[in-house]
């Protein structure tokens, strides 16, 4: 029940992390899965792929098939809803993280 919960919690800080990472550059899912994994975030494909489905159907990324090695790789990249949202989740975790950091 505790992992439930967690998990549930730590989805929206990854889709925020996932937003930070795609203002900075696009990126592919296996490299997202990667840079999870340096931060602690065991996360499978079956649980990443979905999410940034997600984020794409819900205007927050875009996607762009590209041809590497004679195979499409999706990279995402950030809207401009996107790094509004991004921006806004950052003020707002900002303030919240002030005052439950103690």
Do not use: C
Not at 10 to 18: A, S
Not at 34 to 62: C, F, Q, R, V
Request: no cysteine; glycine share 8%; net charge neutral.
């Amino acid at each position: 029940m505790q992992d439930q919960i967690l998990r549930k919690f730590f989805l929206g800080f990854i889709q925020i992390h996932i937003l930070h990472h795609a203002k900075k550059d696009p990126f592919y899912g296996v490299w997202m899965m990667e840079e999870l994994k340096e931060h602690g975030y065991d996360i499978s494909a079956g649980t990443l792929y979905p999410l940034l489905h997600s984020m794409e159907t819900k205007g927050l990324l875009e996607k762009e098939e590209r041809n590497v090695d004679g195979k499409i790789r999706k990279y995402y990249g950030i809207t401009p809803l996107g790094s509004r949202v991004l921006e806004e989740a950052r003020r707002k975790a900002y303030e919240l993280f002030k005052e439950i950091k103690d």
